[in-house]
């Protein structure tokens, strides 16, 4: 019912690979005229609200980058709904106070993996086919788009880290401070995996398609990101339990894990700038 009223609300006949439609035009006041004109918007945000439209403007990439993130926590925490007794006596034993830190890390591993099983970042390239010539010569530098389609990206992981974050907020009514702990670790590891999503879509963008579901669904950059995320999600697995044998406490634990998630970020993000410009230039349609 969710993706359906935003199917209604939100999706529209629009402009790409080639399909436009007419649009109803607007009679603009001089004074409404003046104010469009004396507001002044950067590069980077116009570029991002045009990777915004566009992506709602197709079903196929908004029900491709939305909807698992919707479905799949529904999916993961009806069994906690349902209230069944095993269920019920599984709440009361995630809302211990000896086992808060493992609801924690295990809610933290959720949101992660929901909010990142998503096409967005992966094929943010692939999605402009035979339109990219436009990013091309339009008068804003590569790595000023890349930004852009990395915000995007971000955005819409955002997005999927508040759903699962809500819905673990009631289901284990976890405190506010731990649901906080859980966003900014997801948002980390989030823009980890967004930056290293958009990198493989920049080094093999698959821009020769004839519809727009060949772009997401026939993308092998897709698969490319699970594994991505698989890894990502292992690597600090093993970390948390080297963290808790070692007998580290459990704010310091949090704190390393989110260190790491930003240190190896940084990596991924230069690599992605310091590639964009030669990639954008090598790229043919």
Not at 115 to 122: E, G, L, P
Request: charged residues 15%; contains cysteine; proline residues 4%.
């Amino acid at each position: 019912m969710l993706l359906l009223w935003l199917g209604n609300v939100i999706f529209y006949k629009g402009l790409l690979a080639g399909q436009e439609v007419s649009r109803k035009r607007k009679h603009l006041s001089t004074e409404k005229i003046s104010a469009k004109a004396d507001k002044v918007s950067t590069p980077v945000a116009t570029l991002f609200w045009k990777e915004w439209k566009l992506f709602m403007r197709t079903p196929v990439y908004a029900m491709n980058g939305l909807a698992g993130m919707v479905m799949v926590p529904f999916l993961m925490f009806m069994p906690f709904i349902t209230r069944g007794e095993e269920m019920k006596e599984i709440l009361l034993y995630t809302r211990q106070p000896e086992y808060l830190m493992l609801t924690t890390l295990g809610g933290a591993a959720v949101a992660l993996f929901t909010s990142s099983i998503n096409i967005v970042a992966c094929t943010s390239i692939s999605r402009e086919g035979r339109t990219f010539w436009i990013s091309k010569i339009i008068p804003a530098p590569a790595k000023q788009q890349v930004t852009a389609k990395l915000l995007h990206s971000m955005a819409i992981s955002c997005l999927g880290i508040l759903v699962t974050v809500t819905a673990l907020g009631m289901v284990f009514k976890l405190s506010l401070l731990r649901l906080l702990v859980i966003f900014v670790l997801c948002l980390l590891g989030n823009l980890l995996l967004n930056a290293l999503n958009l990198l493989i879509d920049l080094l093999r963008p698959k821009l020769k398609w004839n519809d727009p579901q060949e772009a997401v669904k026939q993308n092998l950059n897709g698969l490319f990101s699970i594994l991505f995320t698989f890894a990502a999600l292992a690597v600090f697995a093993v970390l948390t339990v080297l963290l808790v044998k070692a007998g580290i406490s459990e704010w310091l634990i949090y704190a390393i894990l989110g260190l790491v998630m930003g240190l190896l970020a940084i990596p991924s993000a230069a690599s992605l700038y310091a590639m964009a410009g030669a990639q954008y230039k090598k790229i043919e349609i």
